[in-house]
């Protein structure tokens, strides 16, 4: 047990790349008790001057720029002015923070470039069309090389492009809070483009405690402490309720009306019609390149979460399974790392089956399946409301079907709690306990028979795809 703590403490303070990254490469996402999966370091927020015509670029990019101005994408000029940006050499980089930077900004050139046909004609005929099936030479290079160099794919990411490692604070020395952030990069440049990507930042600031709570839990159950472990569920239960708490103020930073008007930019090129035989890589290959989209499903929250409580192994054997599981591919490769920590660590001390040996711990268990199921829930809310209410296009951004990929996920949750409730004995528990459990119990049934119904009446829209 000694000998675990001090490889659990060594993981945690420093997961190195591994095989991804043969040089070792500094990790900007370590995951860390302080950052949690936030980058160990704040985000570099402009490109040294050897890169000052991509810097202009990307300034002048979004439809309002930081300055008040008509940008390329409003102009719909991007493209050409692109092929005006030199190809760089990147072969001697390795400082991870400038690595990091560079893919962040050469995916956000990539995806503007691509998907810029595709956003001029959806504000005209809310329809896709098809996007740039080429990505030249000047981009897709360096992209390829940085990309290998930090283990990732040369396709926009969540973590490492779009979300959480586009912020910088406005005050240096202020904390992580929403109202001190903003963003480095955008398509469209507005307000609610600012919302819908930093309350993500603001979200994954509390992870960082989920890391810790995460891993008294799984240490708790190897001791066999029942009050340790009890307090430990409780206090992740907590923070993933802040966390909870933090997405929902989604709604009042960034309205789902205005979501269209950024949302062409984060598709991805798989399972995408607007990239049917996917995308040339000029310089790199002859043969197409397939990338999921930029995603939510892409944070490493829920995934902790999933393999803590042993959820993971609880999904379905079906496709919609296998989207998720290849999601994680999209991910710095020390948040994966981290994942499959958790998951081999909480599998075989029995974490699961600790709880459920103790009326108590089943219902706190419940509790924290419960903060899974709202998350997805909200998740599953901001797609009805954000997406499905102004498009018929059936592919979320990262490839997945639009009105049964998160459904999947959902029901499990339900299915889990339902299957716990069982093994709970109500004569064991505390007033507090037993309202708790019954509370629980009663939203997991109801939402269950009202989830089902929402499937089949969306399914009839948009088809069984």
């Avoid at 990505?135 to 969540?158: C, D, H, R, S, T």
């Avoid at 480095?184 to 810790?212: C, D, K, P, T, Y």
């Avoid at 239960?237 to 309205?255: E, F, G, V």
């Amino acid at each position: 047990m000694f000998r675990s703590r001090i490889v659990t403490r060594r993981l945690v303070r420093n997961i190195s790349f591994g095989a991804f990254n043969p040089k070792k490469t500094d990790p900007q996402f370590v995951v860390t008790l302080k950052n949690g999966f936030l980058p160990r370091e704040d985000p570099l927020a402009v490109l040294p001057p050897q890169f000052k015509e991509l810097e202009e670029l990307l300034q002048n990019m979004p439809k309002t720029t930081k300055d008040g101005r008509e940008g390329l994408l409003m102009k719909g000029t991007f493209g050409e002015e692109s092929v005006k940006v030199p190809l760089y050499d990147v072969d001697n980089i390795e400082d991870s923070a400038l690595l990091c930077a560079l893919f962040r900004d050469y995916t956000f050139w990539a995806s503007s470039y691509l998907l810029e046909p595709c956003d001029l004609q959806y504000r005209k005929t809310k329809t896709y069309g098809l996007g740039r099936q080429v990505l030249p030479k000047n981009i897709a290079v360096p992209l390829v090389k940085i990309a290998n160099k930090i283990g990732a794919k040369p396709f926009m990411e969540y973590a490492l492009s779009y979300a959480l490692y586009n912020w910088k604070r406005k005050d240096p020395n202020g904390d992580l809070d929403y109202n001190n952030l903003e963003l480095i990069r955008a398509f469209e440049g507005s307000e609610h483009e600012h919302g819908f990507i930093l309350v993500h930042v603001a979200m994954v600031a509390n992870s960082g405690e989920q890391v810790r709570h995460t891993l008294s839990v799984i240490n708790r159950a190897e001791e066999q402490n029942r009050p340790a472990f009890n307090d430990a569920l409780r206090d992740l239960s907590k923070t993933m309720r802040i966390i909870n708490n933090t997405m929902d103020t989604m709604w009042k930073r960034s309205s789902p009306g205005a979501y269209d008007s950024f949302r062409s930019f984060i598709m991805g090129t798989k399972n995408q019609p607007m990239f049917p035989k996917g995308v040339i890589y000029e310089g790199v290959s002859d043969e197409p390149h397939f990338y999921r989209g930029e995603s939510g499903a892409n944070d490493t929250m829920i995934p902790t979460c999933d393999n803590l409580l042993q959820l993971t192994e609880k999904m379905p054997k079906n496709p919609l399974t296998e989207i998720l599981f290849d999601f994680r591919q999209y991910r710095p490769v020390n948040h994966n790392e981290w994942l499959t920590f958790v998951h081999h660590r909480s599998s075989s001390v029995g974490v699961r089956n600790f709880a459920l040996q103790d009326s108590t711990s089943a219902v706190l268990y419940m509790g924290l399946l419960d903060q899974v199921r709202e998350f997805r829930d909200r998740h599953w809310r901001f797609t009805k409301e954000y997406i499905i209410k102004y498009s018929d296009h059936p592919v979320a951004t990262g490839g997945s079907p639009i009105v049964t990929w998160l459904p999947n996920q959902l029901a499990t949750v339900l299915a889990t709690m339902t299957d716990v409730s069982s093994s709970v004995k109500k004569e064991e528990l505390s007033s507090d306990d037993l309202a708790l459990f019954e509370r629980l119990t009663s939203a997991a049934e109801t939402q269950h028979r009202v989830l089902q119904r929402e499937v089949d009446e969306l399914k009839k829209r948009f088809g069984e795809f």
